[in-house]
């Protein structure tokens, strides 16, 4: 498939990093990466407010040991992947952070 055939519902196959040959086609696959990051983000969004109906009072939200598991686990497939793990900490910390006031209003709510 050539790039002139893409579109919405039929975008180019991705391609490598390495591959791309513009400033357009690294966007582009940013773009593409925004797109997947997002629905996944999303869809942890929704277990974490699932995880506030196991909660038995607010103080619990906050579970720092958990934080700093996840982001002990988030270091090491980053750097498996041949990731940089201090961006990927730096992102999963202001999302934990972020997540855990979803997670406080929504324990907040069922109680």
Known sequence: ???SSA???NPPPPMAAADCRSLDDVRREIDRLDRAIVALLCERGHYVLAAA???RN???VHA???VEQVV???RA???AQGGLPDVVE???RALIAAYTVAERAEHERLS
Do not use: H, I
């Open 7 to 9: 579109s919405p519902d």
């Open 90 to 92: 730096a992102g999963y």
């Open 64 to 66: 720092p040991a958990r």
């Open 1 to 3: 498939m050539s790039a």
């Open 77 to 79: 497939l980053a750097a």
């Open 58 to 60: 607010a103080a619990e």
């Open 72 to 74: 002990a686990n988030v």
């Open 53 to 55: 109906r196991f909660k």
